[in-house]
């Protein structure tokens, strides 16, 4: 689990697909071997969610592959 304070010590990252859309973006979180980390990158400080590596990896590969539809 991460805390508030383990989180400052991560090292975020934006998409290379992120463009200049007003920031309406996700940050991810790299250095956690079985978790992913998934911050809003308009807001920082705020809550953080973590989901298995696995399971975000397939959703990656799912949005991808156009699983979800045209957004």
Do not use: Q
């Amino acid at each position: 689990m991460t805390t508030a304070d383990s989180r400052s010590t991560l090292a975020w990252r934006k998409s290379s697909y992120s463009a200049d859309n007003g920031g309406n973006c996700i940050e991810v979180a790299d250095g956690l071997p079985a978790l992913t980390p998934v911050r809003d990158s308009k807001d920082p400080h705020g809550p953080t969610l973590v989901f298995p590596a696995l399971a975000f990896a397939a959703f990656v590969a799912g949005v991808k592959a156009g699983a979800f539809g045209a957004v």
